[in-house]
C-alpha cells in the first residue's frame, strides 16, 4: 500500500487519485494513518465481501444455537403480512 503524507498527498493529488486505481492510498497526518483512498470498484467488493461474512456469521451463530433467534414466522405469514400473498380461505 502506497504511503502519503496529507501535504505530499495534496501536492500530487492527481498522482495520488491514479494509483489509488491499482492500490490503496494511505494518507498520514502528523505522522498517523488517517484515511485510505481506494478505487471506487474495489471499495464495493470489499462491502459485498463484508456483508457475505456477516451472513455466514449469522448463519454459523444461528446453526449453533437457533433458540437465540427467537421464535420462527412461517415463510407463507411473512408473505401475507407482506402483501405478497392473499389470504387464503
Request: glycine share 4%.
Amino acid at each position: 500500500m502506497a504511503q502519503y503524507s496529507a501535504s505530499q498527498a495534496r501536492a500530487n493529488f492527481n498522482n495520488v487519485l491514479e494509483l489509488a486505481k491499482s492500490e490503496a492510498v494511505e494518507i498520514h497526518k502528523h505522522g498517523k494513518p488517517a484515511v485510505v483512498i481506494l478505487d471506487a470498484m474495489q471499495f464495493e467488493k470489499l462491502l459485498d465481501y463484508i456483508e457475505d461474512l456477516e451472513d455466514t456469521n449469522t448463519m454459523l451463530r444461528y446453526e449453533l444455537d437457533p433458540e437465540s433467534f427467537g421464535p420462527s414466522i412461517p415463510l407463507e405469514e411473512v408473505e401475507r403480512e407482506l402483501g405478497l400473498k392473499p389470504l387464503q380461505g
